[in-house]
């Protein structure tokens, strides 16, 4: 779920009404002149008791000109017609207080000190303030007996006391007046509370129950720009927080159908409810993904699972409901605009409608084309995402296993060693399946299949692939071998990675000057970025994500700039592999009993596991320590103390030796 950043700012409800000439209001389903709206369903008027005194029911609630709200003890508000409300000439909003001795006939009376509190209580610039002075001004209704009101501590407050008898019940109220001191705005609430001065540490308050009731102007869901028909539009979240279309499941989106995917909430009543098609400014709506149907038939969630795609994880649940802010049409903008530069272009065009779903990209793999009889490996050509992380950033990859991803062919072999049978010619589908676990009671499979083609020709003994997550283009063919991308270093015969190779998913970094350029064969023409040779804690760093040779058969790191902060970072593209100028940012041995020392100008953390969770303490710049020796974490290092903490070993921010 989002809720889309799109937010009405300053719009004042004299200000709306203004602009409201031409604005269809056909299919609002609300009573020709009533001012006040409590949603579709019965008014709410349940009153609440106290978990130390059960016998008193009581609720707060507003009422103008006879007309009342809901009740306050649950989450639903109540909302005011703007338009009707100043066309009545903005009549006072009487603050109401019910209460209720429950207690049998022949039980115990209950000794009464409720507070009302006014909305100037919460908020200082809240323009309702009471009508008069509120001792004289309130009325008690019901069986007020012995019941009077009295100045409370502020003087917003009133307080209601005396003793009320079983079964009898009283109603307080107060009007409230509109003083112009401040404008009001369609997404400003206002709050009426009663409460006692029993704490209660569910609420963080005083026990006791409010009602928040706030302006709105009905809108035509017919005209409105968000329910646009069309399809929806799908992105995800790239390394840097924009959102990017999933154009490979976008022609798969279900079409916009208000009565089947909408769920219209204007007094925040919960997820589960609807309003049906009346829609108010500043409204919530949500969209309901286990109600569609993907456009080539499959349940929605059906089909982006089975396209590498799973819901939002957030705030430990998975989002299969996406839920947005009815915005003024016209008078709304971007809280970040630059946040949706990538969306702004496609939202309301091209047959796509005006509502965006937010996924998340798990498994990345492109269809390729292999020689026949070459080696070629499943897993070294899909990358693994995060599930439970938003962004397709370097620090949500996961490491790719035989594991973790299965791989499978419903037309193909996949032999003992993992690789896919290419001896035969023949277009083959190659899935990858991940299991993706957000706890012990939600999981999801993902799965992701690509063709891959190997064609008729007979094998030449190169082994060469083309894929279309490569850096290389047509302009490019001959270039490098973007199949020759081991996953493993094996001995330097000419068919693998040499020993000293930094592998894929690994850190880099450039101890002399380096360029990145656009492909494996270096031409000063197809430079992108220049990296100067740099102090050790500021050389620049870069992921591995494949490898490649150039036309003379030298090695080169096809690489992602992890410079943050610096304009190259996000860069792609490939740089030497030579050891004289780059090489691995974690050191790969260490002796025993190693002295080692921080470098850093901040320090360095001690923690408590090798996954550098728990911290300990901090090594300031210049201290030194005894490393017991050298642990493995997935594809980095870590330095194990004697006392079994953990340092990390970045060349970065470490040295080894006494310095």
Not at 185 to 195: A, I, K, L, S
Not at 198 to 205: C, D, F, R, Y
Not at 600 to 605: E, I, Y
Request: charged share 20%.
């Amino acid at each position: 779920m989002i809720k889309r950043s799109i937010r009405l700012v300053g719009i004042s409800v004299l200000m709306l009404l203004a602009a409201m000439i031409g604005l269809r209001f056909g299919s609002v389903h609300v009573s020709a002149d009533a001012i006040i709206y409590n949603g579709s369903a019965p008014r709410y008027t349940t009153p609440a008791t106290y978990d130390y005194q059960p016998g008193l029911q009581r609720g707060a609630y507003i009422a103008i000109n006879g007309e009342l709200s809901n009740s306050g003890g649950t989450s639903r508000q109540t909302l005011i017609d703007a338009r009707k409300w100043n066309a009545a000439g903005r009549p006072d909003i009487s603050a109401h207080l019910y209460l209720k001795n429950n207690n049998p006939i022949g039980g115990e009376s209950i000794s009464l000190g409720q507070l009302l509190r006014f909305p100037k209580d919460f908020n200082s610039a809240a323009p309702f303030v009471p009508d008069g002075d509120s001792i004289n001004i309130a009325k008690l209704t019901g069986d007020t007996n012995g019941i009077s009101v009295q100045n409370a501590y502020w003087p917003s407050n009133l307080q209601v006391v005396g003793r009320l008898a079983p079964q009898k019940s009283v109603d307080v109220s107060v009007p409230l007046k509109y003083d112009g001191s401040a404008p009001i705005t369609t997404g400003q609430y206002f709050q009426v509370r009663e409460n006692n001065w029993q704490w209660n540490g569910n609420q963080a308050n005083y026990d006791g129950t409010s009602i928040y009731f706030r302006f709105g102007v009905p809108m035509d869901e017919k005209t409105y720009p968000d329910f646009m028909n069309g399809q929806y539009l799908v992105t995800y979240k790239d390394k840097d927080g924009y959102y990017r279309q999933a154009t490979d499941v976008q022609t798969s989106m279900p079409q916009f159908d208000l009565a089947n995917d909408i769920e219209i909430d204007n007094v925040d009543k919960g997820f589960g409810t609807n309003d049906g098609n009346t829609l108010y400014t500043n409204a919530t709506y949500r969209v309901l993904g286990d109600k569609q149907t993907a456009a080539n038939g499959q349940k929605f969630w059906d089909m982006l699972q089975t396209r590498g795609y799973v819901p939002v994880w957030r705030n430990n649940q998975l989002l299969t409901f996406e839920s947005f802010t009815a915005g003024y049409p016209g008078a709304s903008n971007p809280s970040n605009p630059d946040y949706f530069k990538y969306m702004k272009d496609i939202l309301s065009h091209n047959g796509i409608g005006g509502i965006n779903w937010q996924v998340v990209k798990v498994l990345v793999a492109d269809n390729a084309t292999v020689n026949r009889g070459a080696k070629w490996n499943p897993l070294d050509h899909v990358t693994l995402y995060d599930p439970k992380q938003e962004n397709n950033s370097s620090a949500a990859e996961i490491p790719v296993t035989k594991d973790n991803v299965k791989v499978t062919s419903d037309n193909g072999h996949i032999n003992a060693d993992g690789t896919l049978d290419t001896r035969t010619p023949g277009v083959y589908n190659v899935t990858y399946t991940y299991q993706a676990v957000y706890s012990d009671s939600v999981k999801r499979t993902i799965s992701k299949t690509i063709q891959v083609t190997v064609p008729g020709n007979a094998n030449n003994g190169g082994g060469s692939s083309s894929n279309g997550s490569s850096g290389n283009n047509g302009s490019n063919a001959g270039n490098g071998n973007s199949s020759w991308n081991p996953s493993t270093p094996t001995k330097g015969d000419g068919t693998g990675l040499p020993n000293y190779a930094a592998i894929k998913g690994s850190a880099v970094y450039a101890t002399k000057k380096i360029y990145l350029y656009k492909h494996a064969t270096f031409k000063k023409s197809q430079r992108t970025a220049v990296y100067p040779k740099a102090k050790r804690t500021q050389r620049p760093m870069f992921v591995v994500i494949g490898h490649d040779r150039s036309n003379g058969g030298a090695l080169r790191y096809k690489v992602r700039d992890v410079n943050h902060g610096k304009k190259t970072a996000g860069k792609v593209g490939y740089i030497t592999a030579n050891r004289k100028h780059v090489v691995n940012v974690y050191y790969k041995a260490s002796k025993k009993n190693q002295t080692v020392t921080v470098i850093n100008k901040n320090g360095v953390h001690v923690y408590k596991t090798k996954d550098l969770t728990g911290k300990v303490k901090t090594y300031k710049k210049g201290a030194h320590f005894k490393a017991k020796r050298l642990v493995r974490h997935n594809l980095t290092t870590r330095y194990e103390l004697k006392n079994g903490n953990y340092v990390t070993a970045n060349k970065k921010l470490v040295i080894q030796g006494n310095y």
